[in-house]
């Protein structure tokens, strides 16, 4: 699959399974933004805080959220 417009962020939390919360990296503040979760699975071992976590820009003004959560690296894999 290719992604375009790919944004670094650090994941906070996931209120649902539809959405997460994370920080952007370099946008200057620590606010977090909502963004949309493609894959609505647990993920649990995955979404821990403060990990890695790459995001897809949507160029759709109409949506709820700028971002869709296409990745997030694993610590300690071996």
Not at 56 to 64: G, Y
Request: aromatic share 6%; net charge positive.
């Amino acid at each position: 699959m290719k992604y375009n417009r790919i944004v670094k962020g650090r994941f906070v939390d996931r209120p649902n399974r539809f959405v997460a919360h994370v920080t952007i990296d370099g946008a200057g503040e620590e606010v977090p933004e909502t963004v949309h979760v493609k894959n609505t699975g647990r993920c649990k071992e995955l979404l821990l805080p403060g990990a890695a976590v790459l995001l897809e820009e949507s160029d759709n003004p109409n949506r709820k959220t700028r971002y869709d959560l296409v990745s997030v690296w694993k610590e300690n894999l071996g």
